[in-house]
């Protein structure tokens, strides 16, 4: 069974920094592309970033504050957060889809498989 696990998540105050980290049990993680998405309460949720191998992407409202990277050795991808606004807080989520036809739908919330999320909270 898959899992992926979201950590990092908590309450920082505006303008802090947080990096999420989410653990996969996928057998050939670099196969796969691994994105991150976030659903605050009573929205849809929405694509932050993701990434396969060399290629990534991100939403226009977190360009130039955070970074999706990722540890092919770790099973590991990490979404580094700067410079948070209170727009940010919400449930993040990390995804994963083997799919190659996903590169060019980064930001489809119908990734093959998800966590469970972490919660990030900005205060101003």
């Known amino acids: 069974q898959v899992q992926l696990v979201e950590s990092g998540g908590g309450l920082v105050q505006a303008g802090d920094s947080l990096r999420l980290s989410c653990t996969a049990s996928l057998r050939t993680f670099s196969a796969y592309t691994m994105g991150w998405f976030r659903q605050a309460p009573g929205k849809e949720r929405e694509f932050v970033a993701a990434?396969?191998?060399?290629?990534?992407n991100c939403a226009d409202s977190v360009k130039g504050r955070f970074t999706i990277s990722r540890d092919n050795a770790k099973n590991t991808v990490y979404l580094q957060m700067n410079s948070l606004k209170p727009e940010d807080p919400a449930v993040y989520y990390c995804?994963?889809?083997?799919?190659?036809?996903?590169?060019?739908?980064?930001?489809?919330?119908?990734?093959?498989?998800w966590g469970r999320g972490t919660h990030v909270t900005v205060y101003s």
């Open positions: 995804a994963a889809d083997r799919s190659l036809s996903r590169i060019t739908r980064w930001g489809a919330p119908d990734y093959e498989f």
């Open positions: 990434m396969l191998g060399g290629l990534s």
